[in-house]
């Protein structure tokens, strides 16, 4: 059995300044996690993302972040600017952002749920990601009898928050639709809590074939519409409008504000 | 109604042709998601998309995706659901095609979404570059959408790379005024009869580009230029600032 938690209670018991989480999960954000740490005030958070987005864009608007490592940001309706990851970066605002390809934040998630220090990747000399250290440090090269590779630095959160369309008492969990980096994620960090669509009997979530084992689950939280606004496969759509509406008001620091009075802290 | 502008409607369905070429195409944000949603509705071969995160699909989205992770709207046309690395570094180098937006590019088919100045401190911070990088890099077919009517996105050397390809990949750059091969021997292929073109061709030139030898584009047939058109009012009711963009001019004329 692994422990059902309130969302409230699983973000305060895992998510603390100075943590490295990891949000998930590609293409299917969970808001309602970025939204409770963003209610529970921490801050000085690091943050690992693939797809940046929207999330991302408020957590750092909301001054949760120490830092970020990530594959991109921008809203993917319009698609439209992400406001407050553009103004932390024009601005110079104190939040480190280590910028990666998918390919390479994938690999250094990899390299962490093996426990080893770094993993070849394919070279990308010629890229800002190389030439110009547009990871800060996460890449370096390695020379062994083998030969000589570029390699990643592994990634290992103190906590991945994965979305599951279905979690059983065992904590195993049903991700519906593209993986991303969601499974080699949920290896890689030390704690895993699986923030689900449904939960439902073993042999239900057997039947529609397990995506993250149990072993790895420390706790479960049941939160429908856990996603919103963005879609969940099968269960609710992409809030087009939601989604617009943000990227209007969040293009001014004020906007954002009253944005996050109403939407988030109320 | 008005219809969109005839630049706008077929540089999407030849883009959209790249799909009916057939075979496995990785499909990009953006543009080649609105492409790879046309092209359904055209002529051609059978293909299936590929996505960064994993994704395949196999069919229309039941709805336009708003991007490559619109999960929902893509529906029951969803296939194989497998993860990044599987997509951008195991398979990549297998796909037919990798058809991907390009907003800033220039004649070694570099593109540059990540900064406009210095990276710790730039006057612009653009997205940055997802699954491009990787997948571009193993590409053995890339072709570059640029789907903006400013000739300045076009440049000789961009000034940071995101992504860049592969040594021996093909290249080519999509735009609504023509065709050009990139790489290693720029040259404009094909040129289309719209307002622009003289100016994009002088553009390149001065770029450094070969423009003698460019032939006229296949011609884009009424139907598929209603297809296209039809396609931008449902992607301006999902929210695409370019299709709104395009009606709205329409509107004004």
């Avoid at chain 1, 934040?105 to 000399?125: E, H, K, S």
């Avoid at chain 1, 409008?241 to 969040?250: D, I, L, M, S």
């Avoid at chain 2, 009517?149 to 005024?177: C, F, K, M, N, S």
């Amino acid at each position: 059995m692994r422990p059902v938690l309130g969302l409230a209670d699983a973000v305060r018991a895992h998510v603390r300044p100075g943590t490295r989480v990891y949000l998930g999960n590609f293409g299917a954000q969970l808001f309602c996690v970025g939204h409770e740490v963003i209610r529970q005030g921490v801050r000085d958070v690091d943050l690992v993302i693939a797809s940046g987005g929207l999330l991302m864009d408020q957590l750092l608007g909301a001054g949760v972040l120490r830092s970020a490592t990530f594959g991109h940001c921008w809203s993917p309706v319009g698609p439209a600017p992400a406001h407050n990851f553009r103004r932390a970066a024009e601005g110079g605002a104190p939040v480190a952002l280590h910028e990666m390809s998918l390919g390479l934040l994938t690999a250094a998630l990899t390299a962490g749920a093996w426990g080893v220090p770094f993993l070849p990747v394919p070279d990308r000399a010629g890229t800002g990601y190389v030439d110009e250290d547009w990871t800060r440090g996460l890449l370096d090269t390695a020379t062994c009898r083998f030969g000589t590779s570029r390699v990643v630095r592994a990634e290992v959160p103190d906590v991945a928050f994965v979305h599951a369309d279905l979690a059983d008492a065992d904590g195993n969990g049903v991700v519906r639709g593209p993986l991303g980096e969601v499974v080699v994620a949920a290896q890689a960090a030390r704690a895993v809590v699986l923030v689900a669509e449904e939960l439902a009997p073993a042999e239900t979530v057997r039947a529609a074939g397990i995506t993250i084992p149990g072993l790895l689950v420390s706790a479960v939280v049941h939160h429908p519409g856990a996603l919103a606004p963005d879609g969940a496969l099968g269960r609710y759509d992409r809030d087009v409008a939601a989604y617009e509406r943000y990227a209007r008001r969040a293009a001014t620091p004020e906007g954002f504000r009253s944005w996050l009075e109403e939407e988030v802290l109320t | 109604m008005s219809a969109p502008d005839v630049g706008t409607l077929d540089f999407l369905v030849r883009a959209a042709r790249e799909f009916r070429r057939g075979g496995w195409v990785f499909t990009g944000f953006h543009w080649p998601v609105l492409a790879g949603q046309l092209a359904h509705h055209l002529p051609g071969a059978p293909f299936t998309q590929a996505f960064e995160a994993g994704a395949t699909t196999h069919g229309p989205g039941r709805l336009v995706p708003t991007s490559t992770t619109d999960y929902p709207a893509y529906g029951n046309a969803l296939g194989y659901a497998a993860d990044t690395a599987s997509v951008l570094l195991a398979m990549a180098r297998r796909f037919d095609r990798v058809v991907l937006d390009a907003g800033t590019v220039d004649l070694r088919g570099c593109v540059n979404s990540s900064v406009v100045g210095e990276h710790r401190r730039p006057t612009v911070r653009l997205p940055g570059g997802g699954g491009a990088p990787d997948v571009a890099a193993a590409a053995r077919e890339l072709v570059w959408l640029h789907g903006g009517a400013d000739l300045r996105r076009i440049q000789a050397r961009v000034e940071h790379v995101t992504a860049a390809p592969g040594p021996h990949t093909r290249v080519r750059l999509h735009t609504r005024w023509g065709v050009v091969r990139v790489g290693a021997d720029p040259a404009l292929e094909e040129v289309a009869d719209v307002d622009g073109a003289e100016e994009f061709a002088a553009h390149l030139a001065a770029l450094g580009a070969r423009t003698d030898g460019a032939a006229p584009r296949p011609p884009v047939d009424a139907a598929e230029r209603a297809a296209a058109a039809a396609l931008l009012r449902e992607a301006a009711d999902r929210g695409y600032a370019v299709a709104r963009r395009a009606l709205a001019e329409a509107a004004a004329r």
